[in-house]
């Protein structure tokens, strides 16, 4: 499984402006085949658990806090090489430096709302998608 699934958050930016469909859109046209996908609202604690690698860094309660602030759209991704695909289609976390039609040079509005979040790795992308998803609600 690992190098061909990747996980994804629209974050509640994203989702307050109206971006879901828009950024689903996105997705579906980097031909990202969606195999898990719910419409949630993490808990303080909940994401301070998903971002618990940050939890030493300056911004991780103001990230946390941000994560709880609303709902967001969980998914699981499928494609080849899905995790490096998906993070070139989204883009640089800083919006002003993403590259022209990805994801975060069309719907971010910052560094820290930045409208998606991608696994960095392939072991993250299935840690994640775990975290998010019991394996009877993931369709691969």
Same mark, same amino acid.
Not at 33 to 45: D, G, R
């Given at each position: 499984?690992?190098?061909?699934?990747?996980?994804?958050?629209?974050?509640?930016?994203?989702?307050?402006?109206?971006?879901?469909?828009?950024?689903?859109?996105?997705?579906?046209?980097?031909?990202?085949?969606?195999?898990?996908?719910?419409?949630?609202?993490?808990?303080?604690?909940?994401?301070?658990?998903?971002?618990?690698?940050?939890?030493? $860094?300056?911004?991780?309660?103001?990230?946390?806090?941000?994560?709880?602030?609303?709902?967001?759209?969980?998914?699981?991704?499928?494609?080849?090489?899905?995790?490096?695909?998906? $993070?070139?289609?989204?883009?640089?976390?800083?919006?002003?430096?993403?590259?022209?039609?990805?994801?975060?040079?069309?719907?971010?509005?910052?560094?820290?709302?930045?409208?998606?979040?991608?696994?960095?790795?392939?072991?993250?992308?299935?840690?994640?998608?775990?975290?998010?998803?019991?394996?009877?609600?993931?369709?691969?």
């Amino acid at each position: 499984m690992a190098g061909n699934i990747t996980f994804t958050m629209i974050k509640p930016d994203a989702v307050r402006n109206g971006h879901i469909g828009a950024i689903l859109n996105k997705i579906n046209e980097g031909g990202f085949e969606i195999v898990a996908m719910k419409y949630t609202k993490l808990s303080q604690e909940k994401a301070g658990e998903f971002y618990e690698v940050h939890k030493e $860094r300056p911004f991780y309660g103001e990230l946390v806090e941000f994560m709880s602030s609303g709902p967001i759209v969980a998914a699981v991704l499928r494609k080849d090489n899905a995790v490096e695909s998906f $993070r070139t289609l989204i883009g640089a976390t800083n919006p002003e430096e993403a590259a022209e039609g990805t994801i975060r040079a069309l719907y971010a509005t910052s560094i820290g709302e930045n409208a998606v979040h991608g696994a960095d790795s392939d072991e993250n992308a299935l840690r994640e998608a775990n975290f998010h998803f019991a394996g009877t609600e993931m369709f691969m």
